[in-house]
């Protein structure tokens, strides 16, 4: 099982910039498929925002596509989601996790592996 820490949250001023990391206890080259996922203030549902699979292909989805970008760091295992452009409705608990490709991902409840979370604020 893998261990995942989120990690950059915080409060921030709309049209402001945060960077988040997720920490894995193993190697991310051995893991098929990351995905960043927010839950909105009040609300049940995680959202999957962004997603990389280990062949380097990225996906977005449309309320974050053209403002977050994800990436891997294979050096020091880590998997970051750079956030440009914040707005109030970015606002949320940020997770990642880990699937063996998209389907898996989109299936949050089944997943296992979920971290605290690390919490974003985004104030106009």
């Known amino acids: 099982q893998v261990h995942l820490v989120e990690s950059g949250g915080g409060l921030v001023q709309t049209g402001g910039y945060l960077r988040l990391s997720c920490a894995a206890s193993v190697s991310i080259d051995s893991i098929n498929a990351f995905g960043w996922y927010r839950q909105a203030p009040g609300g049940n549902e995680r959202e999957l925002v962004a997603t990389l699979s280990n062949d380097g292909h990225t996906g977005y989805s449309d309320s974050v596509r053209g403002r977050f970008t994800i990436s891997g760091d294979s050096a020091d295992n880590t998997v970051n989601l750079v956030m440009n452009y914040l707005k109030p409705e970015d606002t949320g608990v940020y997770y990642c996790?880990?699937?063996?490709?998209?389907?898996?991902?989109?299936?949050?409840?089944?997943?296992?592996?979920w971290g605290q979370g690390t919490q974003v604020i985004v104030y106009s």
């Open positions: 996790n880990v699937g063996g490709g998209y389907p898996d991902l989109v299936n949050w409840r089944s997943l296992l592996n």
